[in-house]
């Protein structure tokens, strides 16, 4: 059994720990790996993983050791894979720890996830360490065979497809809301957006009933602001055709089971962004705003891939780049909803194509075996 490290800096508070949680799970349960998990904030990850507690630097959940990762590094063994997610930078007595192993250590920088077509050439290089005698791998998410491809559980296409009517009205009433036929569902989860006013006034003055699922943090609070009122968790705030629901933060499982019942999700970032694209749904992304508008070549890169064969592809692109700060938001979404069933029927045949690039966690095992 191969014992590894994963290190996460805890940037953006979920998206970080999210994808490291998802393949540190995956590791060890689909591949018997022995797993230790590094983490520089217990806070944001006992969110999205309430099992967690924040109060112990040490702990075992689901067979993953889980450290905090302290500014003043402990001395502890090596590990035979060891994974700098995100360029996290390693701590520097651990890298000298490195440096003395009889085996020098499989080392991966797993890097940030974009659809841009120079991450092919990149992907799996290494880089040779100066003054070390140590060799540092580039490995790379994507969406082509050329890439490291996208986290997925081996059953989680199953889940999703026995997600039935049955299991979705479960679900709601879990959550404490009644299924209504006629209004259209979606899930709201957004860094701080001026495009979030404008889309709730043309949600709430159109002729179809919608009711927004709001995930704690920007999204509730510009919410608020528009509504000029309070939102904590299971408030509700309606105005027009608009239905406001105030969602507790899920944990992941959960959040999963939301994006499926969803009509439409908006997500943020690259864990939800993933995750929206297996859930099957039609999806907007807002992608982490970058200096020099460098997020927008990010962003075109992937809907040139995503609506590659999809003939209303102008139609989301609008929308996309509309919330994204570059369009009108209000004409864009008209436009959208008025061309729903194809949109809808996208989705599903987007995650089929996805599924052609492999599983990012077996591609990672693949590639440490070789090595």
């Keep these: 059994m191969r014992r590894w490290d994963i290190f996460c800096a805890v940037v953006d508070n979920y998206g970080d720990i999210g994808t490291c949680w998802r393949l540190a799970q995956q590791l060890a349960d689909e591949h018997d790996a022995d797993v230790r998990l590094w983490v520089d904030n217990l806070d944001a990850f ?13 702990q075992r959940l689901e067979s993953i050791e889980i450290r905090q990762w302290p500014s003043d590094f402990p001395v502890v063994e090596v590990a035979d894979v060891v994974i700098e997610a995100f360029a996290c930078e390693l701590p520097a007595t651990y890298i000298a720890a490195m440096t003395e192993r009889s085996e020098a250590p499989v080392w991966i920088n797993l890097e940030y996830l974009t659809a841009e077509d120079w991450v092919e050439d990149c992907h799996l290089l290494p880089s040779l360490q100066s003054r070390l005698p140590l060799k540092k791998y580039f490995f790379f998410p994507g969406f082509t065979s050329r890439t490291g491809g996208l986290l997925r559980e081996r059953d989680l296409l199953a889940r999703r ?5 049955s299991a979705e009205a479960e679900f709601w009433r879990e959550v404490g809301l009644p299924r209504i036929d006629d209004e259209l569902r979606i899930s709201l989860f957004c860094y701080d957006n001026a495009s979030v006013f404008e889309l709730l006034e043309c949600w709430s003055a159109g002729n179809t009933a919608i009711r927004v699922m709001a995930a704690p943090g920007a999204a509730t609070d510009q919410i608020a602001s528009w509504f000029r009122d309070a939102l904590l968790p299971g408030a509700v705030l309606r105005r027009g055709s608009l239905t406001v629901n105030a969602m507790p933060f899920l944990p992941q499982s959960d959040y999963d089971k939301l994006l499926w019942a969803c009509d439409l999700n908006f997500v943020r970032g690259e864990d939800s962004f993933v995750r929206a694209q297996w859930a099957q749904q039609p999806f907007v992304w807002q992608i982490y705003p970058q200096s020099e508008n460098a997020h927008v070549v990010k962003l075109d890169s992937f809907l040139r891939r995503y609506l590659e064969k999809f003939s209303h592809a102008d139609v989301v692109r609008a929308l996309w780049h509309a919330w994204n700060g570059a369009g009108d938001v209000g004409a864009a979404w008209k436009e959208y909803i008025a061309n729903w069933r194809p949109i809808l029927e996208h989705g599903k045949l987007w995650a089929s194509e996805l599924d052609r690039a492999g599983n990012l966690a077996n591609n990672l095992i693949r590639f440490v075996s070789e090595k």
């Design 161 to 165: 497809a026995a997600f039935d009517a």
């Design 46 to 58: 006992a969110r999205l993983c309430p099992s967690v507690s924040p109060l112990f630097s040490r």
